[in-house]
């Protein structure tokens, strides 16, 4: 059968989709039928309705659930991008009848997820509180792609150096830099200044080879007149990395902006040793050919008014 837009007008409805995407996340027609509330031969029956149209089988039957056929990989691909577009439709409509409402789907790293975000998020709820906001953290190289298919609204986190896709408009905020953070409990803790060669010996956590820091890791022992140490952690958990630190004597590399809020918390002190070592600028992306929701538009105005006031010293 050759497929035009005006016979899938005509055929197409709009429940079909998300059953089908419903099953697609739940990995079964059972638990899709109860999450839906619907019983399981009514999504059964929708899922067939939609292969009938096509022509091609959606699903593999097997134990464990359902799996998507080649063909049901590439209908999901369409699918994800026309519900995208209904959310963002539902959440501008809201905005026009009730002033300001919403939703906002956020990726985000975990370097903006400590600090700018959250005050973001909460300078949101002060001018707009009936605005929803949703966080997914990830890396780029996940984050973006889903951005393109109208999962995110916006990306939050460090920019690539090169804006090599004319698909996305990337907006930056501020300048990162890493330092070197122990316990507050370690011997060095309250050193007024740390000679580098005091730290040679010690065990390190490092950002993964793969990570956006790692060229700036590299950089901050060349600066500091160090080797790159032989003893390593490599993670980007910042969770991880605190517990290592607050467990032993190791010193971690981390963006100043998420070391800081540990100190604040009294939990890590940052090492005096004169280095500065810029790891990028963090901002926010957006997918270029969609304009922001009235929701998203309010939450980049909070995101750039606590940059602005970070920049000048009142963070």
């Known amino acids: 059968m050759e497929h035009s837009k005006s016979s899938l007008i005509r055929r197409l409805k709009l429940q079909q989709i998300a059953i089908f995407e419903k099953v697609v996340e739940t990995g079964s027609m059972l638990a899709a039928s109860r999450e839906l509330h619907m019983t399981q031969p009514a999504v059964s029956k929708s899922i067939r309705e939609l292969e009938q149209h096509f022509e091609e089988t959606l699903f593999t039957r097997g134990k464990r659930g359902v799996q998507l056929t080649e063909f049901g990989q590439l209908l999901q691909r369409h699918t994800q991008s026309l519900l995208a577009g209904l959310r963002f439709l539902a959440d501008d409509a809201n905005s026009w009848n009730a002033g300001i409402s919403g939703q906002v789907v956020v990726g985000t790293l975990l370097t903006a997820s400590a600090k700018l975000l959250p005050r973001a998020i909460l300078r949101l709820r002060e001018i707009a509180p009936n605005i929803i906001v949703k966080v997914r953290v990830g890396s780029n190289d996940a984050l973006f792609p889903e951005l ?3 999962q995110f609204d916006v990306v939050i986190g460090f920019l690539p150096e090169e804006n090599v896709n004319p698909a996305f408009v990337h907006v930056p905020l501020y300048d990162e830099t890493l330092c070197a953070v122990v316990s507050r409990h370690h011997p060095l803790a309250l050193e007024a200044t740390v000679d580098a060669h005091q730290l040679e ?5 490092v950002p993964t080879t793969e990570s956006v820091a790692r060229r700036s890791a590299q950089s901050f022992f060349e600066k500091a007149g160090m080797a790159m140490p032989r003893k390593l952690v490599e993670s980007v958990s910042f969770l991880t990395n605190l517990g290592l ?4 004597s190791l010193v971690a590399l981390m963006p100043y902006a998420v070391a800081e809020q ?18 990028g600028k963090v901002g926010y992306t957006l997918l270029a050919e969609r304009a922001p929701t009235a929701a998203t538009a309010r939450l980049l105005a909070a995101l750039e008014e606590v940059a602005g006031i970070e920049a000048l010293g009142g963070l």
Request: hydrophobic share 55%; charged share 15%.
């Open 201 to 205: 010996e010690m065990t390190w956590i």
């Open 245 to 248: 630190l607050l467990e032993s």
């Open 262 to 279: 540990f100190v604040r918390a009294g939990l890590l002190s940052i090492l005096r040793l004169g280095v500065v070592s810029p790891v």
């Open 148 to 150: 393109a298919r109208g």
